[in-house]
């Protein structure tokens, strides 16, 4: 088999598929929890901090020179990542929660009863071993 037609095989599994969707679509939510956490919900906290901006928050380490640029501590930036970073944990929580509750359900579900066939054959199985 080729290189090609391996690599082929391996890309059209599900779970790589799957996987790839996956990926694609944590990028685009995590962007968004970006922009929410940005621009709607560091800005009133700021307002309430009086007026602080967080992306502007930060300790000089060692100030700017003429041949260097300052040594800064973006702590502020780093706050806004650690915010990202908690509402994305709790929501991919959220949704394993959910998958697991699936789950247990369909674990949790009585068998079914066997029908009039397999009920038949059974007791016919049953009969000829005690015969």
């Known amino acids: 088999m080729g290189m090609v037609s391996e690599f082929k095989a391996f890309a059209m599994r599900g779970n790589v598929v799957d996987m790839a969707v ?3 679509i944590g990028g685009a939510f ?17 307002m309430l901090l009086g007026g602080v901006d967080f992306s502007e ?11 260097a640029a300052a040594v800064t ?20 929580f959220l949704v394993v929660r959910a998958m697991n509750s699936l789950k ?3 674990e949790e579900a009585p068998p079914a009863e066997p029908s009039a066939e397999v009920q038949l054959l059974t007791e016919i199985r049953d009969s000829l071993r005690r015969s």
């Open 57 to 67: 928050l930060q300790i000089t380490l060692q100030a700017a020179t003429e041949d």
């Open 73 to 92: 501590l973006n702590w502020g930036a780093f706050t806004q990542t650690v915010i990202d970073f908690v509402i994305i944990a709790f929501a991919i």
């Open 30 to 46: 995590g962007k968004i929890v970006s922009s929410f956490v940005d621009g709607v919900l560091m800005p009133p906290i700021g």
């Open 22 to 24: 996956g990926i694609v």
């Open 104 to 106: 247990r359900d369909e």
